[in-house]
């Protein structure tokens, strides 16, 4: 089954995306506005989670009522920008578990390189998010997934800010069975493979480093 693109198109993401795409927001306000952007991407990405009927009393009558099992979720930060949306995931799924991915891309070559993996046991009773705010080449989203894919979960969902037609046919050449959330897709990536217009590097804003 071919991979979708869903493009959360709300007003609240597209107002939040604008100002963090403006040069002038403050690395404090990136990191609230990417918080927030993440708490409404995750409403999306869970809308089709697994629910089951537990029994609770309410204060009139007892009844069987739904409710997610969060323990079967993981939401894994690719390192080190991942943290960003993956702080606002976890507001909303506060019982998730969580895993990390370091890959960094080298500078010359692009290629992922993977220097840190940590995940939880039992991957293939779970459903994998995985995210990352910028799909640009797509060449640290293949590798990510590839190695989670490893573990064997029982589904993973790539959670990104911007892609872009680049990365979105690397990423679903490789994997087309895992599906893109993400709030915008821009128009290409420039000659240093950075997104156009895109709002630069998402882990030099969110942390304060150059």
């Not at 609240?12 to 002038?24: A, E, F, N, S």
């Not at 390192?79 to 993956?86: H, K, V």
């Not at 969580?98 to 009773?125: C, Q, S, W």
């Not at 989670?148 to 087309?176: D, N, W």
């Amino acid at each position: 089954m071919a991979g979708k693109v869903h493009v959360v198109d709300h007003p609240l993401v597209q107002h939040k995306l604008t100002l963090m795409r403006q040069r002038d927001t403050s690395t404090s306000k990136f990191r609230d506005l990417l918080r927030e952007i993440s708490m409404l991407l995750g409403y999306e990405v869970c809308r089709d989670l697994p629910m089951s009927l537990v029994p609770i009393e309410t204060p009139i009558a007892p009844m069987m009522a739904p409710m997610l099992d969060g323990k079967k979720t993981v939401i894994i930060s690719i390192l080190r920008a991942g943290n960003g949306i993956l702080d606002g995931m976890l507001e909303i799924l506060p019982s998730a578990r969580v895993g990390h991915i370091g890959i960094y891309r080298d500078p010359k070559t692009l290629a992922a390189v993977e220097y840190f993996y940590k995940v939880p046991d039992n991957m293939g009773d779970r459903d994998a998010i995985l995210v990352d705010p910028m799909l640009a080449t797509g060449n640290s989203a293949v590798a990510a997934v590839s190695r989670l894919k490893l573990s064997g979960p029982r589904s993973i969902k790539f959670v990104c800010l911007l892609t872009c037609p680049e990365g979105i046919r690397v990423l679903h050449a490789a994997h087309p069975d895992v599906d893109i959330y993400t709030a915008a897709v821009d128009e290409r990536l420039n000659e240093k493979s950075y997104i156009v217009p895109g709002l630069g590097d998402a882990g030099d804003r969110l942390f304060g480093t150059k």
